[in-house]
């Protein structure tokens, strides 16, 4: 890659030092624990396909990963069962509503549409191969290392935190199962799904699985192939559909590359065949996306004169 090194570093410093402070957002309240990460927590990275790392802020700050997941559990599906059967059981289309809309699936009749909402992510969990729980967990851990090159754990606290309040998810869990949309025990799914939002990535970790996705699955760190390349752009298509939830037409208008939140705070950003942008900081806007992350991101990407479109 032929990208000056110091236009990278200058790029994320710029990008850190205009808004890592930014006002605005709060951290999420529904999981207890989230709502206790210090708020002036800001980070930003990238990973380049070269396994390059450019990092300015609290990088190494482990954070809940949430909804970033997501990403990692349809790639293990991806690999388990295929798109196709990815798109005609879960979905590639936007709701059009909250990230645990219960309407969106009345008016599906119960197809989650994308798995990179509630609904859709715990049907995406019950599709992978696993032999019992903790072998689905396992599974879905290990490719969350693997595209992070890193050892990643399961925070006891969070998913504590999480489990004895999700009850809209398990909720949500037994309307797929009813609808014929849920491929293993319900509660099994949505346990497994609520661990794996439970994990701890910090933003450079986060960075390099974006750049295993840029990078065809090859995880430019460990140099090791993680999924099949023509998988990638299925995942990316998800993300760019639905992975900054309601706003992710006015994210691809704007900043015009897959992207993809938590309300840990994270942002996860591709640029294929280049590198993956990752920011985190804790206060979320309505839609549930980092407010500094995703200027941070923004500002990286259109700095460095990527856009997709
Ligand atoms: O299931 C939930 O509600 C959380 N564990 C994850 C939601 C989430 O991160 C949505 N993202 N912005």
Redesign the pocket.
Known sequence: MTIDPSRLQQAVANAYSQYSTLAGGENAS??PYLASVPSQLSALAIVTVDGEVFSQGDADFRFAL???SKVCSLALALEDVGPSEVQDKIGADPTGLP??SVIALELHNGKPLSPLV?AGAMSTVSLVNASDRENRWARILDIQQKLAGAPIALSDEVNHS?QTT?FH?RAIAWLLYSAGAMYCDPMEACDV??RQ?STLFNTVELATMGATFAAGGINPRTKKQVLAASNTPFILAEMTMEGM?GSSGDWAYTVGLPGK????GGILAVVPGVMGIAAFSPP?DPT??SVRGQKMVASVAQELGYNLY
Do not use: A, H
């Not at 939140?261 to 840990?264: A, K, N, Y």
């Open positions: 529904y999981i949430e909804s970033i990230f645990n509630n999480e999700n998810n799904y609520t939002c939830y939140s938590g309300v840990g979320l549930g996306n």
